[in-house]
């Protein structure tokens, strides 16, 4: 069992629909991070929240919103999103700094109709 | 700029078999950190190993072992006598101090019974 947790493990939804994936930990990381990985590629940053703050956002478009209600939550908002937006999306968490192992959750596998 | 070179895809091997998987990466700075992750079908990203830039000595985890060796920019992991449960995609990972992670293509490893 992994010691992050992400629901729902699958979701399916409408270009309209508006919807969350979850990620919860409680290992004490102060960091956390949500990633999107397509099929036979390596896992793509999105955000980083640091001390609940958010540390990083690759350009990621505004239809996805993440949100870092605690130190042990994660939310990734989903709302209007494109059929090429189908991924696995990975939520990961790790003590501060960029040097530590980053621990991952087993994902939730989204699908856009 | 950062990169990480995995040039092998996929890599079929009988059980029993020592495998390789081989890493290669281009860095300027003089402190990083490397990592390898393993991804089996379920999803989750497993932390394996973490090694610094001032770290060359070898490890060995029970079957595990890797290779460090910064003259020639690589950091490669042997499986020994390969069981089915190692069939996962192997990642191998760049940081040099920020949350961004330089992962590299992946090797899918298909160990056969």
């Known amino acids: 069992d992994t010691e992050v947790t992400q629901t729902p493990k699958h979701l399916v939804m409408g270009m309209t629909n508006k919807k969350s994936l979850k990620c919860e930990q409680h290992?004490?990381?102060?960091?956390m991070y949500w990633y999107k990985q397509k099929a036979k590629k390596p896992p793509e940053l999105m955000f980083v929240?640091?001390?609940?703050?958010?540390?990083i956002n690759e350009s990621v478009p505004s239809r996805f919103s993440p949100e870092c209600p605690n130190s042990s939550l994660l939310n990734l908002h989903l709302h209007a999103l494109q059929p090429e937006d189908s991924a696995l999306y990975l939520c990961?968490?790790?003590?501060?700094?960029?040097?530590?192992?980053?621990?991952f959750g087993d994902g939730t596998r989204l699908s856009i109709l | 700029a950062q990169k990480v070179t995995q040039a092998q895809t996929e890599i079929s091997v009988v059980e029993k078999e020592d495998v390789t998987l081989d890493c290669v990466y281009e860095t300027r700075d003089t402190t990083y950190y490397l990592f390898w992750y393993k991804q089996p079908p379920s999803g989750e990203l497993v932390f394996l190993i973490r090694r610094n830039s001032f770290d060359e000595q070898n490890e060995i985890s029970g079957r595990y072992s890797w290779n460090f060796q910064k003259s020639t920019s690589s950091f490669n992991f042997t499986i020994t006598a390969s069981q089915v449960v190692d069939s996962a995609v192997y990642f191998c990972a760049l940081s040099s101090g920020t949350y961004k992670y330089i992962f590299g293509t992946g090797t899918r490893l298909k160990v056969l019974a």
């Open positions: 929240y640091s001390y609940e703050k958010l540390s």
């Open positions: 990961a968490s790790s003590f501060p700094g960029g040097f530590q192992p980053q621990h």
């Open positions: 290992m004490g990381h102060r960091a």
